[in-house]
Every structure is written in C-alpha cells, then in structure tokens.
T-cell receptor, first 116, second 115 residues
Framework: AQSVAQPEDQVNVAEGNPLTVKCTYSVSGNPYLFWYVQYPNRGLQFLLKYITGDNLVKGSYGFEAEFNKSQTSFHLKKPSALVSDSALYFCAVRDYDQTGANNLFFGTGTRLTVIP | DAGVTQSPTHLIKTRGQQVTLRCSPKSGHDTVSWYQQALGQGPQFIFQYYEEEERQRGNFPDRFSGHQFPNYSSELNVNALLLGDSALYLC??????????????FGEGSRLTVL
C-alpha cells in the first residue's frame, strides 16, 4: 500500500526566511506525489505534483518541491516565507488498484506558522 | 468555470439521525471522491464514484453510503450518526482516462457536527 509521512506537526519560520516542510513516502512502483494547502475552514488547494521528470517541481505561490528517490522524500520548499503562507500543508501519494480507480492518500499534515 | 461545489456548508445533527451531503464536480470531471477530515487530522478516503458506481472504498462502515447521478453529481449519506462522525466532509473531483495523473480538485467542504 502507498503511504506518506509528515514527521513535523508544526513548523515555525520567520518572514523572509526559507521554509521547508518535510514528507517521506512509501510506494510500490513509481510514485505520484502531491502537495496541498488548507486554510482555516476551507477545502484543500493543489500546490504542485511530481509525476516524472525533473526532481525539482515548481508550483503555485512560489512553492517548489524536491523529489529524492534515494531518500524517498518529497519536501516542500519556498525561498522566502510570507505571513500569508501560514496554513496547514498536506503531502499526498496516489493510491490506485487493479480496477483503475485511484485516490490520494494524505499525510497527517504540518501546520506552518510564519512569524512577522 | 465552476469548481467543485458542496452543500450544505454547515449542519448540526443529533446522534442516531441521518444526513445527506451533496457535491457537484468541476466542469468536465466525471469522478467524485469523498473524504472525511476530523479535527486536526488529514483527510481520510471514504469512497469514489465513477459511472454511477462505487469504484473504490476506504475503511468506513456501511453506515456511509453514496450515490452518483447521470450528471456526475454525488451524494454522501451517513446513517445512525455517532458523535465521532463530526468532521469536515470533503468532495473531490477528477477525470478518468489516460491523462489523469491523480490530481484531485476539492470543494470547500461540509462541516458536520453531531450532538
């Protein structure tokens, strides 16, 4: 079965500093990996995905993620954090079965707080 | 282009009651997935509907059931509500086919409180 782990429940960073939100994965086969963001009392918004190709994936709002096969990681990064980046971030992996149905398996989430 | 829409946004029920939540997928999408997100947790997969059939199911009891209509919209029904069913219920849509890379588009959710 596919799974992801987010080892940090909370990440604090000062505004203007680089940020990293960690994610590791466990899959059979090639991984399809995703990052989503959730603001309070809202649904999930897609940030970026890795399917194949370049290990550095660029996404929305200046975020990027680095796929590392040897370390089975897919960390989310941003060079300069904004206060408005404060939110809950979820890493996810595509989970599919022999019928062709597929869904996303989510991590437990990391709360990012950017301090002014 | 309308995104995924869900209704109602908030509702309060008592234990033992039944609830129906509704979802309209993003235009051009034919697959609907439902997730339960308890407070402080990540979304948990309930089930997925495609071509009006349940295609995949997560680890949820039979009290959770669903339906998909010919226009691709979907309902989630929960019977015999328990306090533990209090959560944000998220609907997500996607499109089947070879171009599907697994990305899901989410609605804003329906916040269910069971008293």
């Amino acid at each position: 079965a596919q799974s992801v782990a987010q080892p940090e429940d909370q990440v604090n960073v000062a505004e203007g500093n680089p940020l990293t939100v960690k994610c590791t994965y466990s899959v059979s086969g090639n991984p399809y990996l995703f990052w989503y963001v959730q603001y309070p009392n809202r649904g999930l918004q897609f940030l970026l995905k890795y399917i194949t190709g370049d290990n550095l994936v660029k996404g929305s709002y200046g975020f990027e993620a680095e796929f590392n096969k040897s370390q089975t990681s897919f960390h989310l990064k941003k060079p300069s954090a904004l206060v408005s980046d404060s939110a809950l971030y979820f890493c996810a992996v595509r989970d599919y079965d022999q019928t062709g149905a597929n869904n996303l398996f989510f991590g437990t989430g990391t709360r990012l707080t950017v301090i002014p | 282009d309308a995104g995924v829409t869900q209704s109602p946004t908030h509702l309060i029920k008592t234990r033992g009651q039944q609830v129906t939540l509704r979802c309209s997928p993003k235009s051009g999408h034919d697959t609907v997935s439902w997730y339960q997100q308890a407070l402080g947790q990540g979304p948990q997969f309930i089930f997925q509907y495609y071509e009006e059939e349940e295609r995949q199911r997560g680890n949820f009891p039979d009290r959770f059931s669903g339906h998909q209509f010919p226009n691709y919209s979907s309902e989630l029904n929960v019977n015999a509500l328990l306090l533990g069913d209090s959560a944000l219920y998220l609907c997500a849509s996607s499109r089947q086919g070879r171009r599907n890379t697994g990305e899901l588009f989410f609605g804003e959710g329906s916040r269910l409180t069971v008293l």
